[in-house]
């Protein structure tokens, strides 16, 4: 399916959690949020409109309990502010090494004071609970110092590390080609021992191999066509064109 900008795609996992998708910003994030309603957590990653899931949760009387970031630019950031002006006690998670000061003042990062922090190593994945809402948490630095993916519930929340056919850019302040190939590989075992028909939610919803650009792609989807995921070493997949671009942003 391919989300309006502003709609809510809602399901419920095979073991209870509601999640909602939603695509937001006019740069097309994807934002999911994981629901527990019976414990009151529910847990917003990533959001862009903060304003707007702050209304489309207040229709359905849920309280926002938690943030999970996946990185801190400023796209994946952007709603936390509204957010937290609503909800001051909120809980707002990343990764310690998204936070490094040497980062802060360059332009596409947005300082972000978390509540919490994870602290493990590349690779390591940490097991992070809320409710019944239970997520594995694996930091996948690369294209951003601290980057980091969610899985549980059915979806595999890929952050800019995967898109649907691509991989996060590597020429940004603090990108890091050489860890985001370590990222991708480790990302590859990981979807490998997933269930084939997982969601993979990327951070934008970029084009597909048909030219189309849908909200997500299946696991087995991703491990098929996914060219980063598909690159046989370092030097092929330091070569892909999507790596780097002759932007403002990269300078
Ligand atoms: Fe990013």
Redesign the pocket.
Known sequence: MVLAKGDFEVSISHDGVEIWIAQMGPFANMNIAFINRENNVAIIVDPWDGKGWLSALEKEEITPSHILLT?T?R??THGVAQIRKVYPEIEVWGHEDSVSPSILGRIIFRRTDFTHVWKHLPDESVDWTAGNISLSVIHSPG??PGHVTFHGHGVYVA??LLFTMRS?RVD?PGSDPAAQWRSLRNARSVLESLPSDWRLIP?HRYDWIDGSTPDWVTIEEALTHNISLNSPNIETFDALPFNRFDDDLAA
């Open positions: 990185h630019h796209d994946h294209h951003a952050g800019d996060g940004l951070g």
